[in-house]
């Protein structure tokens, strides 16, 4: 089983400031990588797939970078909405089919 | 406008059994793998479970031989049965669809809203 691991847990930003955050793989997953959004009470809304694409309707200031064991999710400035947890999920080897345990992004 | 409605929720017993269902629309229903995927209480999510278009079935190990997917294309519907409740099953379960028809793994595009699912005597 391919274990994700995210950093950090939680993450203290200004609005208008960039935020960074990284998932790990234990083993490669090439770009099979994609990040969720999840608001307190809804479901997740997938951000990024392929490690680098954006979903639809995801604004541009979200991208996703990385491939094999390392990832990063930068969102460049932080608008209210965007205070969530984000969650990274690899889709190479299944099943299962492994998400990291979320970085939480708070406002500062 | 693409649609899952996940319902079937709610208190069960330990030992107890459950089946949530998924309808599903908006999209051709029969050609994507479908999945359910769990959130427990302050946690984290969790992959629980996956039938793709073909109808070949994948579960994660904590529900494997308990759990079980189905689908009727017919009805646009996804199931779980779930059988030997346990009290490490509370969660919220979502359902979701696959972004990509041609991929039995892709990441999920489409969720439904969750429906509690409450293990306890």
């Known amino acids: 089983e391919i274990v994700m691991t995210q950093s950090p847990a939680t993450l203290s930003v200004s609005p208008g400031e960039r935020a960074t955050l990284s998932c790990r793989a234990s083993q490669s997953v090439s770009t099979n990588l994609a990040w969720y959004q999840q608001k307190p009470g809804q479901a997740p809304r997938l951000v990024i797939y392929g490690a680098s694409t954006r979903a639809t309707g995801i604004p541009a200031r979200f991208s996703g970078s990385g491939s094999g064991t390392e990832f990063t999710l930068t969102i460049s400035s932080l608008q209210s909405e965007d205070f969530a947890v984000y969650y990274c999920?690899?889709?190479?080897?299944?099943?299962?089919?492994?998400f990291g345990q979320g970085t939480k992004v708070e406002i500062k | 406008e693409i649609q899952v409605l996940d319902s079937g929720g709610g208190l069960v017993q330990p030992g107890g059994s459950l089946r949530l269902s998924c309808a599903a629309s908006?999209?051709?229903?029969?050609?994507?793998?479908m999945s359910w995927v769990r959130q427990a209480p302050g946690m984290g999510l969790e992959w629980v479970s996956t039938i793709t278009g073909r109808g070949d079935t994948y579960y994660a190990g904590s529900v494997k031989g308990r759990f079980t997917i189905s689908r009727d294309n017919s009805k646009n519907t996804l199931y779980l049965q779930m059988n030997s409740l346990r009290a490490e099953d509370t969660a919220v379960y979502y359902c979701a669809k696959g972004i990509d028809y041609r991929l039995d793994s892709s990441p999920f595009s489409s969720w439904g809203q969750g429906t509690l699912v409450t293990v306890s005597s």
């Open positions: 999920q690899q889709y190479n080897n299944w099943p299962p089919r492994t």
């Open positions: 908006g999209f051709t229903f029969s050609s994507y793998a």
